[in-house]
């Protein structure tokens, strides 16, 4: 149904930088603090249901009290178009339009890339990359899901769901919205009446991805002998052709180069590893306008970056929106020493999807009062160490989002933020719908530039190395020490050897399928050792090298 042209209930995105009068409801209302809000971090841009749940509309003053909200989204009468002095409306193809990632009615030739599609020159070799798939159609989930490990603001730190039933969707709203889950939340399904959507998305998209899949790289045309796209992935002796296609068998038949452990508490490793992909004849990088670069320590956001380089730029400059990183030695050297201090801060990591992923852990018991455990439950462990270094610096601290708490305005639906986490009670015509803890404020993202192009993120990271990474070791060094003994125990000779071992990819006993080691322990008792180990290289040592 069309709205009144002048008079519908319409929404805008907030813009980068909002006007001082949408910064605060003007005097005489309820002069409620309005908080910034980052449209990529903690929103999803290209959403198809640009709606708000029950946590937005729950944490706005009320039906009375303006259009302000706490959320993306802002009450408009105009929409997206604006009428007023403060507000000239920018004509654009025959309509009126402003650029939410720039100043207030502000329209320029600059466009916004923000998402990339995978090409024959740009494989996909890291579950990274698949920070570009669009998982959700709902606004209140991040952009860019797979990989990163934010928390999500409607969802407690401890963790990853929040649960709000279908009479609680459907009774609340400021617009009279009676059918919230089977018109907007569940795409004209009435069968998802009571469907989670309110879902720490990045949390449970990395625990399904990173333990379970990989990318091969392997192609249709694709010969034995032949380097794959991912040359850190090795055929093993005697692989098959046919088993290497096959989804179910490939990972069989291949071996990682250099796989990583990311348990290593050793600084110099990890800087061993970022800096790896230096410039390197054999590791070019193309880029979008067809050209190519030998130096593929480059990161991007997109599988082909732009030739343009980030070099501490302001807000509105093309490279901030363009441009891809490149560290110093000694921002590789600080992110090092930072990934060992959360390593030793959460692990034992028992799966990648335990390193990738924040901590489920309980907040803090007043907000405001994070401990270095709590912390934990914020970012990933990569994300955490990076904004411990000046990465970053230039976004976190320029358009800053307030984190304080306040008490909104009055009326019925009048909300009250305090210093704890209550269960957030809503009072609506048909009854109280209760909406578990109150979204936390040290949720959201910094700044309204975390997650910008050039705002270097651990999905970045993880979209160059993330196909190295291993949460074991399969590679060991065994030293064993051997002596002689007279009869009086007088030691007549010793010995030293070392061995270095390697697990394989063939079960000691194997499955009905060759694939995995056999179940039946009662059986095959010696199934229980899992796969085989092969002795790579012996020596024996000398005293001095003891």
């Not at 056999?518 to 180990?533: C, I, M, V, W, Y």
Request: aromatic share 10%; glycine share 6%; with cysteine.
């Amino acid at each position: 149904a069309k709205p009144f042209y002048r008079f519908k209930w319409g929404h805008r995105i907030q813009w980068m930088n909002d006007t001082d009068e949408n910064e605060t409801i003007a005097p005489g209302a309820y002069n409620t603090p309005f908080l910034g809000y980052n449209t990529i971090a903690n929103h999803n841009i290209r959403a198809g249901w640009h709606v708000r749940s029950p946590i937005e509309t729950a944490y706005r003053a009320s039906n009375a009290g303006g259009r302000y909200t706490h959320g993306i989204l802002i009450d408009d009468p105009y929409g997206w178009d604006w009428a007023d002095a403060q507000h000239y409306p920018v004509p654009v193809k025959g309509k009126n339009r402003v650029s939410p990632f720039g100043n207030s009615a502000e329209y320029g030739s600059q466009t916004f890339p923000m998402l990339d599609l995978p090409s024959k020159e740009a494989p996909l070799l890291s579950i990274g990359a698949l920070q570009h798939a669009p998982l959700s159609q709902f606004p209140w989930h991040p952009t860019n899901a797979v990989a990163n490990g934010l928390a999500d603001p409607r969802v407690p730190r401890n963790r990853t769901t929040n649960f709000v039933d279908a009479n609680s969707w459907n009774t609340i709203g400021q617009h009279a919205h009676r059918n919230w889950v089977t018109m907007k939340q569940a795409h004209a399904n009435p069968a998802l009446h009571n469907a989670a959507f309110l879902h720490d998305l990045s949390y449970e998209s990395n625990f399904s991805l990173w333990d379970n899949y990989f990318f091969s790289s392997i192609k249709d045309d694709y010969t034995i002998g032949n380097e794959l796209d991912n040359p850190r992935l090795i055929a093993v002796n005697g692989s098959k052709l046919e088993e290497l296609k096959d989804f179910h068998k490939a990972a069989k038949q291949l071996t990682v180069k250099g796989a990583f452990n990311v348990n290593s508490t050793s600084e110099i490793a990890w800087a061993a590893l970022i800096a790896s992909f230096r410039s390197s004849p054999e590791m070019s990088i193309t880029l979008q306008d067809g050209s190519t670069m030998e130096a593929n320590d480059i990161y991007s956001r997109f599988l082909k970056p732009y030739k343009t380089k980030y070099d501490n730029n302001n807000p509105q400059d093309e490279e901030t929106w363009t441009g891809y990183r490149k560290l110093t030695d000694e921002q590789i050297q600080a992110l090092a020493k930072e990934i060992v201090r959360e390593v030793k801060q959460r692990g034992p990591f028992i799966s990648l999807a335990d390193f990738v992923n924040r901590r489920l852990v309980d907040p803090p018991k007043n907000s405001g009062s994070e401990t270095e455990h709590t912390r934990t439950g914020l970012k990933g462990t990569l994300q955490t160490a990076i904004d411990k270094t000046d990465i970053n610096a230039k976004h976190l601290t320029t358009l800053q989002i307030p984190k304080t708490e306040y008490e909104m305005g009055g009326g019925d639906a009048q909300v009250k933020y305090g210093t704890d986490y209550p269960e957030l009670t809503i009072p609506v015509k048909n009854g109280n719908s209760k909406f578990g803890p109150k979204p936390d404020h040290n949720h959201w993202a910094d700044s309204k530039l975390v997650g910008v192009p050039s705002f270097l993120t651990q999905a970045d990271l993880l979209q160059k190395f993330g196909s190295v990474l291993s949460a074991r070791s399969d590679t060991f060094v065994i030293r064993t020490y051997g002596e002689s003994l007279d009869s009086n125990g007088k030691v007549l000779a010793s010995a030293w050897c070392e061995a270095i071992v390697q697990r394989t990819v063939t079960p000691l006993v194997a499955d009905a399928e060759g694939l995995d080691p056999e179940k039946d322990l009662s059986t095959n008792p010696q199934s229980a050792f899992g796969r085989k180990f092969e002795i790579i290289t012996f020596r024996w040592l000398n005293r001095n090298e003891i």
